[in-house]
């Protein structure tokens, strides 16, 4: 058969399709040519920032994998970054992540402008920009592009500053879309452009060349210069809208001063529930726009400025543009009714939270109404008012009416008179911490001596940072023998041979208990949850259900530090007599610990431990070296689990967060003298200090980057037995 109709059969495709491939031809080119226009006209206003000295590691440690950043801290790399010029006077703006290692110089090139060193003149530390000032003049300020405009799907391109700033040479292009708008709690843009240190601080452009914001790294679940930084590169890249940076531009020049993020200052009930639950007020925090205007616990949060609010989501949607000392119309259901609180001055995050202190160990698992009284600080509020141990509090509460006037501009207290503790010494921590230290307390006790009731007032101060006494602290604290001194001593640093135990009958027995790392169905496969994590656990042989369990969650370091074994043998005999369980997840891959992982770590420990007595206030990650910073990250970020925080020779790699009344932080901080992260060390503890946070720092003489000695273990144990203090 001829084959000539199958060749005029192709013949024919191939003439109709030619139209449409110079139709697609005809379209790159015009793209290609719309984005290198774009790119261009941008140009002029992409400052090159370089910067020297400061630290090599942003919030790292010096024990990562080889050839490899370590995480969670960020490398600071050498070459130059970018910023965008928003005022003619020799303003640029810039990502704050720029500056994380605190330079000592910076200096920016303008295009076609010389080389000048410029000034840090002030952070918005809510959108995390960085203001700086050269000495330059009649600068080219762009067009923004308007945020009304922003639609999902429109080109894009990420532009940043490498090493030629040259006005006729394009800058670093990554071109995308708008994936999203109003993310990061409504106050910025998404791409799928290729966002990273490279272009921090550049412009996010239209097609039309008109800048739509400045890119930075962002997250949702943290504030600090390097949240977000981890998601780099893969797609999900977050801008301020342009309009924003200038409006937050010209605040920051007329006042020089930092920028923060606006806040009412209460805690939901639910904080941890995002979506499906009304935004109900928890806890008020003291000194807060919340207790000065009169929100009070059980209000439910309905509008923002008019805006319905049904979820904690939308509020931090609604809230997270606004800064401090701009104003909002509040509008809340109280009791059935509508109430409605107009221009009302949002506070700013640095209002620090001081932990209040009545000087009080409580006793464990006592099931009587009120707290009895385990063990009274020195020199505490507590002892001045006549309270010692084994006396029980019965209620608690501000003076009566007609008690002192608050300071001026503080607000009023909370209602007088004492409340009755019924609900033990959970309750009496949720009452507490609606009061400042310096506020008066009325207190009803029930004396241990004849069990005469009487009414005592302390005036509470700021919490201490002295432990008690290790031969004074009754021990264990449960109520059997709360009272006497350990008839055990305290572990001295590693293994040692315990006392027998008398047998356990079957209903104690029921649970693992001892160290375990097999999964118990199959003992040829690691100890693994549900999500897949292995970890290994520690629960004292001698375990109870009817008593609470302090919780250690132990996060290994990259190199170096304790085997498993060894600290189970380490801890085994305190575990023991103070009642903890000791938990150990491994990092996904058996080395470096990434910042994403707290979540599924958090997830994974809920699981090992739902079958076991758990005592909240007492669960606390300890580390060493990046394991130890880990601690610190999960502190800030898994507030509803953790407690308090140990660690030896680790950094904050993040911002600190602030000191909130109802989920109380502390930290117990250690450093070899001779660590070469020392500076850093220190630089940590001064930055938790600033938040108000109760902070036990130790510095080893002659120490690296070792654990800990057999002196500052000793102190380690009595702070984790003293952790739920009052």
């Given at each position: 058969m001829p084959r000539y109709p199958t060749l005029f059969a192709v013949f024919g495709l191939t003439a109709?399709?030619?139209?449409?491939?110079?139709?697609?031809?005809?379209?790159?080119?015009?793209?290609?040519?719309?984005?290198?226009?774009?790119?261009?006209?941008?140009?002029?206003?992409?400052?090159k920032i370089e910067t020297a000295g400061g630290r090599g590691m942003i919030g790292g440690g010096g024990d990562g994998p080889p050839g490899r950043p370590p995480a969670p801290g960020v490398r600071k790399g050498v070459g130059p970054t970018s910023g965008v010029v928003v005022d003619k006077s020799g303003y640029v703006i810039s990502s704050a992540f720029n500056f994380a290692n605190k330079p000592t110089d910076i200096f920016v090139t303008v295009p076609g402008r010389e080389r000048k060193v410029a000034k840090i003149v002030a952070n918005d530390t809510s959108r995390m920009l960085t203001l700086l000032k050269v000495d330059l003049t009649?600068?080219?300020?762009?067009?923004?592009?308007?945020?009304?405009?922003?639609?999902v799907g429109q080109w894009t391109l990420a532009l940043g500053r490498t090493l030629d700033p040259e006005t006729s040479k394009a800058p670093s292009v990554s071109v995308g879309i708008v994936s999203a708008t109003g993310r990061i709690h409504g106050k910025c843009l998404q791409t799928d452009c290729k966002v990273?240190?490279?272009?921090?601080?550049?412009?996010?452009?239209?097609?039309?060349?008109?800048?739509?914001?400045?890119?930075?790294?962002?997250?949702?679940?943290?504030?600090?210069?390097?949240?977000?930084?981890?998601?780099?590169?893969?797609?999900?890249?977050?801008?301020?809208?342009?309009?924003?940076?200038?409006?937050?531009?010209?605040?920051?020049?007329?006042s020089g001063k930092d920028l923060r993020r606006g806040v009412v200052g209460f805690i939901p009930?639910?904080?941890g529930e995002l979506y499906n639950v009304p935004c109900v007020v928890g806890t008020v925090a003291p000194e807060s726009v919340a207790l000065k205007i009169g929100l009070k616990p059980g209000d439910r949060i309905t509008a923002i400025d008019g805006a319905k609010v049904e979820n904690y989501s939308q509020l931090q949607h609604l809230l997270g543009p606004k800064y401090e000392a701009d104003a909002i119309d509040l509008t809340v259901e109280r009791d059935g009714k509508e109430v409605k609180?107009?221009?009302?001055?949002?506070?700013?995050?640095?209002?620090?939270?001081?932990?209040?202190?009545?000087?009080?160990?409580?006793?464990?698992?006592?099931?009587?109404?009120?707290?009895?009284?385990?063990?009274?600080?020195?020199?505490?509020?507590?002892?001045?008012?006549?309270?010692?141990?084994?006396?029980?509090?019965?209620?608690?509460?501000?003076?009566?009416?007609?008690?002192?006037?608050?300071?001026?501009?503080?607000?009023?207290?909370?209602?007088?008179?004492?409340?009755?503790?019924?609900?033990?010494?959970?309750?009496?921590?949720?009452?507490?911490?609606?009061?400042?230290?310096?506020?008066?307390?009325?207190l009803e006790l029930k004396r241990k001596d004849g069990g005469k009731v009487e009414t005592v007032k302390a005036k509470l101060a700021a919490i201490v940072e002295d432990l008690p006494e290790r031969d004074k602290l009754p021990y264990p604290a449960t109520k059997e023998k709360a009272l006497e001194k350990p008839a055990v001593p305290m572990p001295k640093g590693g293994p040692q041979p315990k006392k027998d135990e008398p047998k356990k009958d079957d209903e104690k027995n029921k649970l693992p208990v001892g160290f375990l790392t097999k999964d118990?169905?199959?003992?040829?496969?690691?100890?693994?949850?549900?999500?897949?994590?292995?970890?290994?656990?520690?629960?004292p042989d001698n375990y109870d259900k009817n008593r609470s369990y302090g919780v250690i969650l132990w996060l290994h370091a990259v190199k170096g530090g304790l085997a498993p074994k060894d600290m189970k043998d380490t801890w085994e005999r305190f575990c023991d007599q103070a009642h903890?369980?000791?938990?150990?997840?491994?990092?996904?891959?058996?080395?470096?610990?990434?910042?994403?992982?707290?979540?599924?770590?958090?997830?994974?420990?809920?699981?090992?431990?739902?079958?076991y007595t758990v005592d909240r206030t007492r669960i606390v990650a300890h580390g060493m070296g990046l394991g130890g910073q880990m601690a610190l990250y999960m502190g800030f970020t898994a507030r509803d689990l953790i407690r308090g925080v140990a660690v030896s020779g680790a950094v904050l790699g993040i911002n600190a967060k602030d000191n909130l009344p109802a989920q109380p932080l502390s930290f117990f901080i250690v450093a070899g003298a001779q660590d070469t992260l020392l500076k850093d060390i220190e630089e940590t503890r001064d930055k938790l200090k600033e938040k108000r946070f109760p902070i036990i720092y130790r510095e080893i003489k002659n120490f690296g980057k070792e654990y800990l000695d057999q002196k500052t273990l000793d102190e380690l144990v009595v702070w984790l037995d003293s952790l739920d203090r009052i």
């Open positions: 109709l399709l030619a139209p449409a491939a110079r139709a697609q031809g005809d379209a790159n080119d015009a793209t290609e040519k719309a984005l290198k226009a774009a790119s261009l006209k941008a140009a002029p206003y992409i400052a009649d600068l080219p300020v762009p067009e923004a592009f308007p945020t009304k405009d922003v639609k990273s240190p490279v272009n921090y601080g550049g412009p996010l452009v239209a097609v039309d060349g008109r800048i739509m914001g400045v890119l930075i790294p962002a997250s949702t679940s943290g504030d600090g210069e390097t949240a977000g930084v981890e998601w780099y590169d893969s797609g999900i890249g977050f801008a301020v809208p342009m309009e924003d940076v200038f409006a937050s531009a010209k605040r920051m020049i007329a009930q639910t904080a609180f107009d221009k009302v001055v949002l506070g700013g995050t640095n209002v620090t939270f001081a932990q209040p202190f009545l000087g009080i160990l409580p006793m464990r698992d006592d099931n009587e109404a009120g707290v009895e009284v385990r063990f009274v600080y020195p020199k505490s509020p507590a002892e001045a008012a006549g309270i010692k141990a084994g006396d029980r509090i019965t209620k608690l509460g501000a003076v009566a009416a007609g008690g002192p006037v608050p300071p001026k501009g503080k607000g009023p207290l909370p209602p007088g008179g004492p409340t009755a503790i019924t609900g033990g010494r959970a309750q009496m921590v949720q009452l507490i911490t609606r009061f400042s230290p310096g506020i008066e307390v009325e118990p169905k199959d003992d040829t496969k690691p100890l693994t949850s549900l999500t897949g994590r292995e970890y290994w656990m520690y629960v903890f369980i000791m938990i150990g997840p491994k990092s996904k891959n058996g080395t470096a610990w990434t910042p994403n992982e707290s979540e599924d770590v958090v997830n994974a420990v809920n699981e090992a431990l739902k079958p």
